[in-house]
Nanobody, 116 residues
Framework: VHLVESGGGLVQPGGSLRLSCAASGLTSSTYHMSWHRQAPGKERELVAS????????NYADSVKGRFTISRDNAKNTVYLQMNSLKPEDTAVYYC??????????WGQGTQVTVSS
């Protein structure tokens, strides 16, 4: 299984970005997908998650109302729409996919920098 993130970059405070994470090589069904981020000197933290079947979502308090996670199961892709970005959102963003058999896969990460 290979996960490829895209959509990161440099954006001004208040701006928006949309991250994508496309999966390939899937041989079993997906249970759960999530986005995590890691800022320099900090631990990796959960940003948002979504279940594959029902689409139930969960968000970190710091991004509620600004970020939206969604998925397109036909394309094996999960998205993170990020609005009203703040400098403290600057981090490397990683997607994670948990398979029904319990296997966990991570993407390579995409840099998001929020700065004027």
């Amino acid at each position: 299984v290979h996960l490829v993130e895209s959509g990161g970059g440099l954006v001004q405070p208040g701006g928006s970005l949309r991250l994508s994470c496309a999966a390939s090589g899937l041989t079993s069904s997906t249970y759960h997908m999530s986005w995590h981020r890691q800022a320099p000197g900090k631990e990796r933290e959960l940003v948002a998650s979504i279940t594959s079947a029902s689409g139930n979502t969960n968000y970190a308090d710091s991004v509620k109302g600004r970020f939206t996670i969604s998925r397109d199961n036909a394309k094996n892709t999960v998205y993170l729409q990020m609005n009203s970005l703040k400098p403290e959102d600057t981090a490397v963003y990683y997607c994670r996919r948990v398979m029904s058999g319990g296997y966990v896969y991570w993407g390579q990460g995409t840099q998001v920098t929020v700065s004027s």
